[in-house]
């Protein structure tokens, strides 16, 4: 079987939560870790257990055939450029909450997943809570 190439992009405290649960999957495999800060991204990847490649300049990714799906663990004021790149490039992409930080980029970052046949999905860990439903 072959496994969906993984890029966690953004290596801060939420990225963790990320790989760890990519490493659950046996359909899975984290490729890269992405960073601007490289030791940030060395010490994901020491603290989990893995060896992915590690990248400093997320651009490098968008050719790769590879990489298949990219988890995006930024900041809100970056999630529409670097989604939209990702899913023009023909990534599937996961976005940390919030989505973005207006609606117009929003509307953006679902246009280039419907244009471009690719799934864009946001994170919302707590809507089965009982406060949210």
Known sequence: MNKLGIAIIG???VSAIHAQSYMTSKECEIR????????????LAAEIGISP????DYKQLLARTDIDAVS??????????FTVDFLNAG?????????????YECDQMIRAAAENHKLLSVVSN????????
């Open 11 to 13: 290596t801060g405290a």
């Open 32 to 43: 890269v870790l992405c960073d601007v800060n490289r030791a940030k991204a060395e010490k």
């Open 53 to 56: 490649e590690i990248v400093t």
């Open 72 to 81: 995006i663990c930024l900041p809100p004021a970056l999630h529409c450029q």
């Open 91 to 103: 990534k599937h992409v996961l976005v940390e909450k919030p989505m973005a930080p207006s609606l």
């Open 126 to 133: 707590n809507r089965f809570k009982t406060p949210a439903m």
